[in-house]
């Protein structure tokens, strides 16, 4: 038996023993993920740049002799029980339709599980927040799944991993009902410590780029308001860049089956020709991207100033074109720019409420988080949650 130090592992270990009555033979374990760069490009077919960071979901547990899949959420203090063959959906936007989800999906693409199983989820990842809880759960199932041996999968080889990602984001499309793009997924089970990802989400082209030594803090500042005032927002944004997109394609006569595939001039010399609100969300959208080819050159210089710059831009794009700020997520940033150690930062995730992402000198972190804790409580009334991160690697599985 391997001895964990990790105390989520321990924690999972030991609620399995109690509710199960036996011991766990297996676990996945997947960190939670920041966007750095390229805020609702990825369903556009655009670029991303994005890092694992170490919150973690943990999913411990071990094959059963029947085909019956129980699944224990700790946070939630339930079990769901479902056939591992015929996978009905629970309720929208519950875990549970998440977890029954990367089953399906795995089924779908690799095959039948070879057995039912038993599992316990813990996990930090701070929920409904912006930093990806959903793929992070995908991530640690399907880990402990297929190092259960209950999937035939081998993730030695990136194209393995993008095709787990693959898997786990058609969950979330088909099975849960979002139509979130590849990002969250991918970051999940590409994370490297010290680096950032880079992702090219038409072509699937991917890089690691190092975020230099040493590299900066990752901090999240939690407004601890709700999305669920912004509901219906996401899918509305998409609509609106697929009317940009038809706008571009009929006003150059050139087929391009995502938004990104036309640039800023593209934009600039149809501008007219588009209706206001579906070119606002473009302008985001191809400046986006042009923002994470900038990053990416940025990093690569070493030149994290530049690249604080950029991320900073990348929120006053998103408050002004694309309008999925909020006044509690612009306060946050207000109180982050005038924070020891600031480099840039902006809204994390679809928008609307939750969380920011900073980026800051590593040896200021501290002081810059009590000075956001300080202002936003002053200002809002409200003390933000605030995590101090650094990039970590991807999701991985073993046995206890």
Not at 91 to 98: C, I, K, L, T, V
């Amino acid at each position: 038996m391997t001895t964990f130090s990790n105390p989520r592992i321990l924690d999972a270990r030991a609620r399995f023993e109690e509710i199960f009555g036996r011991a766990a033979r297996h676990y996945g374990r997947a960190p939670a993920r920041v966007e750095l760069l390229g805020n609702h490009t990825d369903y556009n077919g655009g670029l991303v740049m994005a890092a694992a960071v170490d919150r973690e979901t943990v999913v411990v547990g071990a094959p059963s002799a029947n085909r019956t899949a129980r699944v224990h959420a700790a946070h939630f203090g339930a079990i769901d029980e479902f056939p591992v063959d015929a996978i009905e959906p629970a309720a929208a936007g519950s875990w549970e339709r998440y977890a029954r989800g990367v089953v399906w999906a795995l089924v779908e693409d690799y095959g039948p599980l070879t057995t039912g199983f038993d599992a316990v989820v813990v996990g930090d990842v701070p929920l409904g927040a912006g930093l990806s809880s959903s793929a992070s759960l995908q991530a640690a199932l399907a880990l402990f799944l297929i190092t259960a041996g209950a999937v035939p999968a081998d993730l030695d080889q990136d194209a393995a991993r993008m095709a787990l990602a693959r898997t786990l984001n058609r969950s979330e499309n088909e099975f849960v009902g979002v139509g979130s793009g590849l990002l969250d997924q991918f970051s999940c089970l590409f994370g490297r410590r010290g680096h950032a990802l880079y992702l090219d989400c038409d072509t699937l082209a991917h890089d690691r780029v190092p975020l230099g030594q040493p590299g900066p803090a990752i901090v999240v500042c939690d407004s601890r308001t709700s999305r669920r005032l912004a509901d219906g927002k996401y899918d509305e944004r998409r609509l609106e860049c697929d009317r940009a997109a038809a706008g571009l394609r009929q006003f150059l006569g050139r087929e391009a089956a995502a938004l990104s595939a036309f640039t800023v001039a593209d934009l600039e010399v149809a501008w007219d020709a588009i209706d206001p609100v579906p070119r606002q969300r473009a302008r985001h959208v191809l400046t986006e991207n042009e923002r994470v080819r900038q990053g990416v050159r940025a990093l690569g210089k070493g030149d994290l100033e530049e690249f604080g710059r950029l991320i900073s831009a990348s929120h006053a794009s998103s408050r002004d074109d694309f309008e999925n700020s909020s006044s509690a997520l612009d306060l946050l940033i207000e109180c982050a720019a005038a924070a020891p150690g600031f480099l840039g930062g902006k809204l994390s995730g679809a928008g609307w409420a939750g969380c920011t992402v900073n980026l800051v000198k590593a040896e200021q972190a501290g002081d810059f988080a009590a000075s956001v804790r300080a202002e936003y409580h002053r200002k809002s009334g409200v003390e933000p949650l605030v995590h101090v991160c650094q990039s970590t690697a991807g999701a991985k599985g073993g046995n206890l």
